[in-house]
């Protein structure tokens, strides 16, 4: 299993720390770090410092979403990047939710988001092996589009620079056992969320049956300290955020993989408690045992023994949240 670091977006400004702890965590021997985008920092910009100031590291998106930019304009970025890195790219991608999609990008949530994710990447495919000018006859991506308010001067094009790479890794960020079962046929590897590797049957049957090579790299938050209730509280605020404000009360895909997990009527209380504004009562209705399953809390002997669990099942590439050295060097010894 390898380890990646996992950067996030930024807050009000960009964070003076991510480059010291991307140059520190190559050092370490981590594989990858990652960087995320919601609605303010990207997700490439801050890869392409990164790669500047690094050398070997991999530099993944964890995740990019499909909503931001057409799939062509995503296989530039994919492509341009992984050029200027010498081939470091890992492509994450995520297709997010109604209240993003529409409430920031201002387009329509897909009415079929495996089928828009299927063609998405369909396209992407076929910018990075440029075998030929793209076409595809898409009810979402189509290219050229032929709608009924397009000029009929589209044409088919195939990108002027060569890819450095056809094959450039693309990874899918999926929580239903439809969109796990999709992501391992188009893609060459997963991102799941809440990752709790004492039951990744609540993703579906496709986790166990993986394609050879296919990657899983789940994001957990991680610390090193004596207390672990104290060491799960920024679990508990990221969980209360995500389960509480990312979605409508209707529809929020991170509330019923929650609910999935076990944890169906906190979920709802979380949901509903954040609506009203009352969101330190949200975080603290998180309970710790959710918390504690999908991260990696406590002293180092506890770490190193729950860190064999992440070890024995799928996954490939554990993606280490934590802004702390001395986490980022432990868990680089326990995984050695």
């Known amino acids: 299993m390898r380890l990646g670091l996992a950067l996030g977006y930024w807050g009000r400004g960009p964070s003076p720390g ?18 995320a985008e919601s609605w303010g920092s ?19 998106t964890a995740v990019a979403q499909m909503a931001a930019r057409p799939p062509t304009t995503t296989a530039m970025h ?22 993003v999609v529409e409430g920031w990008y201002g387009r329509p949530f897909p009415a079929s988001p495996l089928t828009a994710t299927r063609e998405y990447v369909a396209v992407l495919r076929q910018v990075l092996r440029r075998e030929a000018p793209v076409e595809l006859p898409g009810r979402f991506h189509a290219h050229p589009y032929r709608g009924p308010d397009a000029t009929g001067l589209g044409r088919p094009l195939k990108p002027i620079t060569h890819p450095l790479r056809a094959g450039l890794p693309i990874l899918l960020g999926a929580e239903g056992p439809k969109n796990v079962a999709q992501t391992t046929r188009i893609a060459d590897g997963w991102l799941p969320l809440y990752w709790a590797p004492t039951r990744p049957e609540v993703y579906g049957p496709a986790v166990a049956a993986l394609p050879e090579g296919f990657l899983v790299a789940p994001m957990a938050q991680a610390r090193v300290c004596s207390d672990v209730a104290e060491g799960l509280l920024p679990v508990k605020a990221m969980l ?9 009360a209707s529809r929020n895909f991170h509330a019923d993989l929650m ?3 076990g944890y169906e009527e906190e979920a709802r209380r979380i949901q509903r408690l954040f609506a009203e504004g009352r969101r330190e009562e949200a975080v603290r209705a998180v ?17 190193a023994e729950r860190l064999e669990s992440w070890r024995a099942g799928p996954v490939t590439d554990l993606l280490v949240l934590s802004p702390d050295r001395e986490t980022l060097r432990v868990l680089a010894e326990l995984n050695s």
């Not at 965590?25 to 594989?31: C, Q």
């Not at 990207?42 to 991999?58: E, G, M, V």
């Open 18 to 35: 991510h480059v010291p702890l991307a140059r520190e965590a190559e050092r370490l021997g981590y594989d990858s770090v990652w960087t």
């Open 42 to 60: 990207d997700a490439f910009t801050p890869l392409a410092w990164i790669a500047a100031h690094t050398s070997r590291i991999r530099l993944g």
């Open 78 to 99: 994919a492509l341009t990047l992984d050029h200027l890195s010498g081939g470091r790219l890992l492509l994450g991608l995520g297709l997010s939710g109604p209240q």
């Open 240 to 248: 209360g955020f995500y389960i509480g404000g990312m979605g409508h």
């Open 259 to 261: 609910a999935r997990m």
């Open 287 to 303: 309970p710790d045992a959710f918390a504690d399953e999908i991260s990696l809390v406590g002293p180092r002997q506890r770490i």
